[in-house]
């Protein structure tokens, strides 16, 4: 699936105008091997409209009071797979590859259990489709097909796609000032 960004403001006249109309390329690497980041927009601090066009932020999780919105692929992997054997060098140029492409990113992964992050953000994410199953870090699991809404509040997680087509999900990342508690 191939995603576009149209992105409205306000020219001098005070008129509605189409600001952008055009494609999102992915961000993909071939250390996160079946995933495409798609950067749809991102704001710092508090927000005004209009906002100046811009497909991101400065990191890819926002600090409080900014927000990222985004879409991501991600491929199929059976259940039983076995993770990837380590290559420390390929290792050491992936992870400067991704802090490059995603600034943040990796800061927030947690390597001895693939997958598995927590953030200080509010999540509101849609499965566009395929199937998507989430899990918390009690190893609890939730199958989520297309078109559940999920508000993740800060908690430990990650995202597996145990179908057999590419699932997409849609997201909305608000900065928050602490994690969340019930």
């Given at each position: ?69 985004g879409m991501l692929t991600i491929a ?71 078109g559940s809404a999920i508000v993740q ?30």
């Open positions: 699936m191939e995603f576009k960004r149209v992105v409205t403001a306000v020219d001098s006249d005070g008129t509605s105008v189409f600001a952008e109309d055009a494609p999102v390329k992915p961000i993909e690497s071939a250390m996160m091997e079946g995933l495409r980041f798609y950067e749809v927009w991102g704001t710092e601090g508090p927000i005004v409209p209009p906002t100046s066009p811009t497909s991101a932020g400065e990191t890819f999780f926002p600090g409080p009071g900014a927000t990222r919105f199929p992997t059976p259940r039983d797979a076995p993770p990837p054997e380590p290559d420390e060098q390929a290792m050491a140029a992936g992870f400067e590859e991704i802090q490059r492409l995603l600034p943040g990113l990796v800061d927030h992964m947690e390597p001895d259990a693939p997958g598995m992050h927590t953030t200080n953000t509010i999540d509101y994410d849609i499965v566009v489709s395929g199937t998507l199953t989430l899990e918390l870090d009690n190893g609890a699991e939730v199958e989520l097909p297309a509040n800060g908690t430990r997680h990650a995202w597996h796609n145990y179908g057999t087509e590419p699932a997409v999900l849609a997201y909305v990342l608000i900065g928050a000032t602490g994690p969340a508690t019930t």
